[in-house]
Every structure is written in structure tokens, then in C-alpha cells.
């Protein structure tokens, strides 16, 4: 099965919002309610942003949000600060108990 | 607090196999599903698979079935994750992970600390 579609990167300035789309086929992303976000600074392990499509787990700032509309989710990051600048994978838990990963998308802050 | 701490890096030759652990703390092994994701060297992450601690049920990605076994050890709380017939491909770090919630999802809220396999000749 292909990956998620994610644009290969994003930019934006201090202070800016951005977003990012994860797009896949319908049995998927679409008919998923779990769609998860992750932010992965090299060197490090991920670090879960947003699951089940927009619940933000403890501890993760309330400048991430997570929404989805047809066959797309998306990651809304406000108020850009420089400590954002990593990659981003989203992934779905599809209902054959599989999983698939988006192909990343590098967010850098100018 | 939720640890899951896995074995030491890796060196093995082209056609050989890997076995790699995850040992899990901190809650109650079989209430949690564990899953394996992989990242080779500037690559995204590609999942590979699930292991049901409780039941020791799995569920393999297409792309390493044959190639690929998840097992437990309840007494140990211990998940293995065993990849046969390397290939240079197969050089990543491998994460164990486990889910945020006690249904499986994506959601992985604990990430081991990862290992690295290298397959080279």
C-alpha cells in the first residue's frame, strides 16, 4: 500500500500559522477516525502531537490542532516559534489493522 | 513512568537475521498493543508491524510478510521483533512503540529509544 501524501516541506516565519495536508485514499484517511500527527526532531524519537484526528495529548502546546475534511487531514500549527522546525509524519490505523505512514513534510521556520 | 528500552545497535551481513528487543515498564504489559516502525537513513517512517501482548496475536505490513516475526514474553515483558533475509535496504532504526490508549490506533504515545541495524557486507 503507498504512504499518505504529504507535501515535502513547509515554511513559514516566526509568529505565522501553517498547515499541513495528509492525503489518502478513501479507505483510509477518509473513513479513519485514527489519524495521528507526530513531530520528529533528528536524533530523537517522535513525539505524538495529535491523535484520533484532533486530541491533543497532555503536555503538547495548544498552538497544534488537528482537523480533517473528506480524504484529507490536516496539522495547524499557530504561532510559528523556532523550536517547531522538525518533520512531521502523520499516519492512520486502518480498519485491517494496518497502519501507514505519511512520507514527512520538513517545516522550517525562516 | 512508561519506559520502553530496546536492545543495542546492530551489525549484520547481507542474508542474515536480526532480533531485536523491547523491554516495556512503568504499566501493565497486556493492556497495551506494541508496534514496530522503521526509518532507514533519510527516509520517512514505514510501519511494520503489531504484536497484541495479551493474546500475542499479530499483524504484519504487506512489504515484510515471511520476512518478518513479532513475538512476546509475558514474564519478562519483553516484545521481539525478528527480520530475516537482511538486505542493504533494511538498514534503519527500528523504534518499538506503544499505543496511547488501551484500542489499537496510530496514536503512539511511547517510543523506545530505537536500534540501529546496519546490514552491510
Known amino acids: 500500500q503507498s504512504a499518505l501524501t504529504q507535501p ?42 495529535i491523535s484520533d484526528v484532533n486530541d491533543r495529548p497532555s503536555g503538547v502546546s495548544n498552538r ?47 | 513512568q512508561v519506559q520502553l528500552v530496546q536492545s543495542g545497535p ?7 537475521s536480526v532480533k531485536v528487543s523491547c523491554k ?21 517512517l514505514e510501519w511494520m508491524g503489531i504484536i497484541n501482548p495479551s493474546s500475542g496475536s499479530t499483524t504484519y505490513a504487506q512489504k515484510f510478510q515471511g520476512r518478518v516475526s513479532m513475538t512476546r514474553d509475558t514474564s519478562t515483558t519483553t516484545v ?7 538486505r542493504s535496504e533494511d538498514t534503519a532504526v527500528y523504534y518499538c512503540v506503544r499505543t496511547r490508549q488501551t484500542y489499537d490506533s496510530s496514536a503512539y504515545s511511547a517510543w523506545g529509544q530505537g536500534t540501529l541495524v546496519t546490514v552491510s557486507s
Open chain 1, 8 to 49: 515535502a516541506s513547509v515554511s513559514g516565519s516566526p509568529g505565522q500559522s501553517i498547515t499541513i495536508s495528509c492525503s489518502g485514499i478513501s479507505s483510509d484517511v477518509s473513513g479513519s477516525k485514527s489519524v495521528s500527527w507526530y513531530q520528529h526532531h533528528p536524533g530523537k524519537a517522535p513525539k505524538l502531537m
Open chain 1, 64 to 110: 497544534f490542532s488537528g482537523s480533517k475534511s473528506g480524504n484529507t487531514a490536516y496539522l495547524t500549527i499557530s504561532g510559528l516559534q523556532a523550536e517547531d522546525e522538525a518533520d512531521y509524519y502523520c499516519s492512520s490505523y486502518m480498519s485491517s489493522s494496518t497502519v501507514l505512514f505519511g512520507g514527512g513534510t520538513k517545516l522550517t521556520v525562516l
Open chain 2, 10 to 16: 546492530e551489525v549484520k551481513k547481507p542474508g542474515a
Open chain 2, 24 to 44: 516495556a515498564s512503568g504499566y501493565t504489559f497486556t493492556n497495551y498493543y506494541l508496534h514496530w516502525v522503521r526509518q532507514a537513513p533519510g527516509q520517512g
Open chain 2, 80 to 86: 521481539y521483533m525478528e527480520l530475516s533475509s537482511l
